[in-house]
């Protein structure tokens, strides 16, 4: 059964750099045709796509966040990242990753999701 | 400013059957597949229906999509209470190069 869990800390500084980490069991994140994303969820706001990444290592973000985004992936652990620079109390967020059935398609199944919180 | 709109908030009794409408335009739902998500109070998104209308193993056939146009809905029959939740549309846009959802319809069962 295919689980994602993401980590990473809850509490980031305005102008640093938010890292997180989503660790997959279940799937290798190289297997052929996977794609790997990541959703964020402002609080008592709606969902934003902020990127994903192919099982052969390409990316396709969110064109509003892709100054600012990288995400990649690490097969000896079967997690894959994300980091978004510079940011600011708009991306206080929950942060989802989750599984993408393309890039064009669907997110199923996703990881239970993580607060960030952007302050001083 | 979501790219597809959805009404914010949609009510129904036990055993009603109530719509939740998501429209776009001719990049995004009048081009590619639409996908509907419910996230229960507290919890994560789960994938409610996929490619406009097909239903992921375990969803009940209660649930049910449709698209016409740059239009898509998502109809729930016999409402129970544990139908309470956010439901959220979603589709590709060929114009933004991204994946865009709907704001969110809240859907109370009264």
């Known amino acids: 059964q295919l689980q994602l869990q993401e980590s990473g800390p809850g509490l980031v500084k305005p102008s640093e750099t938010l890292s997180l980490t989503c660790t997959v069991s279940?799937?290798?994140?190289?297997?052929?045709?996977?794609?790997w994303g990541w959703i964020r969820q402002p609080p008592g706001k709606g969902l934003e796509w902020i990127g994903t990444l192919s099982y052969t290592g390409i990316t396709h973000y969110n064109p509003s966040l892709k100054s600012r985004i990288a995400i990649s992936g690490d097969t000896s652990n079967n997690q894959f990242s994300l980091w978004l620079s510079s940011v600011t109390a708009a991306d206080t967020a929950v942060y989802y990753c989750a599984r993408h059935d393309s890039p064009r398609g669907y997110f199923d199944p996703w990881g239970q999701g993580t607060l960030v919180t952007v302050s001083s | 400013q979501s790219v597809l709109t959805q009404p914010p908030s949609a009510s129904g009794t036990p055993g009603q059957r109530v719509t939740i409408s998501c429209s776009g335009s001719?990049?995004?739902?009048?081009?590619?597949?639409v996908y509907w998500y419910q996230q229960l109070p507290g919890t994560a998104p789960k994938l409610l229906i996929y490619r406009n209308n097909q239903r992921p193993s375990g969803v009940p056939d209660r649930f049910s999509g449709s698209k016409s146009g740059t239009s898509a809905s998502l109809a729930i029959s016999g409402l129970r209470s544990e139908d309470e939740a956010d439901y959220y549309c979603a589709a590709w846009d060929d114009s933004l190069s991204g994946v865009v959802f709907g704001g969110g319809t809240k859907l109370t069962v009264l």
């Open positions: 279940g799937a290798s994140i190289r297997t052929t045709s996977h794609f």
């Open positions: 001719s990049p995004n739902i009048g081009s590619n597949y």
